[in-house]
């Protein structure tokens, strides 16, 4: 392979690729593949647990009942056939809408993507969750925006700070939040902090973007209302088929006004034009037997709580005192906050040594804070991997924590 020691195009990029890295997560893949490792990591959905035999079947009817339209080009909004499903899904939550009012996207990931291009000017200002699902970050970091972060206590994000910044005079394009089991902190936003954050931005005319993977994958409680339901006009939600079907088929989508949904839609063209047929057409199908999906959906859910209780029992034994975590109610993530002196970011090279990997809190904060956090996912390896990553994690933490008393005064 050949080398190049100098980019001769180095002058001749756009000034906001200056401000692009990896993501810390997509980075960890790698090592997070090796058999030997176990990975609390990457937030991969268990698609193992979906019966094979029923996507060939979905799969095989797709071929056979569609045939060249499922290898055609499409529209640039999406299958009606798929948005219109779609709206069942939606309705499981509580969400009604109109198929003319929703995207296609190439997973949720393209809608941030797109949100980000026909909202952000350079520097403009973004309210985000601090910590924040580092993919959102880089989407929006694109278009170089400025961040005003609003903290996350056990009740999701404290609306009050965002009051008082706007009480300041900022004004932020939009307020980006995920509200059920939230990437990376698994917290949910409270009923009460719902109504507060709707009333808020509706007063301001500040959108919200609601994003709502997880919200599906609910362990115990009873459900809350998605932000959507409660203002239709004012939030722009994005969902996702990626943790309730398969993040393979990449489709997602964006619900919003007219006047938004326009304008997502010429973006998306302009990106890649249209979407996958074929896999639209497949999505649609597995989600038209209502029995197929829900039984496939709950048995995924138990798989998580499984897991999720298995990691939570294990922190509780072998991380050490002073250490903090979530308890989610659902979705695939703990977030831990260690001992004020540690920094995960510096001990990852020595967790991966010893045969585990996480994800540094810093990666979930636009200006690095976070380096005594750490986001662990329970949603693949199965309990007993778990069991033993946090053992391993937690002997790490031990002999950290050893050497710290060691080298005080």
Known sequence: MAEFSIDRFVDL????TSGMSASEVRALFAVASRPEVVSLAGGMPFVQALPADELL??????LEEHGSMALQYGGGQGALSLRTRLLELMAAEGVRADPDDMVITTGAQQALDLVGKIFIDPGDLIAVEAPAYVGALTAFGA???RYLQIDIDGDGMVVDQLEQAFIRG??????YTCPNFGNPSGVTLSYARRQQLIALCREASIPIVEDNPYGMLRFEGDSLPCLRTLDPENVIYLGTVSKVFSPGVRVGWALAVQSVIQRLTLAKEAADLCGSSFMMLVTERYFSDQERWRTNLSTLVGVYR???DAMLDAVAEHFPEGTEWTTPAGGFYVWVTLPAWMDTRAMLAAAVERRVAYVPGSAFYPDGRGRDQMRLAFCYPPEDRIREG???LGALLEDETQLYRSLRP
């Open 170 to 175: 900022e004004r932020p394009k939009f307020v």
């Open 57 to 62: 079947q979905v799969v095989r009817e797709v």
């Open 13 to 16: 990029y756009a000034a906001r």
């Open 306 to 308: 499984s897991r999720r």
């Open 143 to 145: 278009y170089q925006p």
């Open 390 to 392: 946090i053992q391993r």
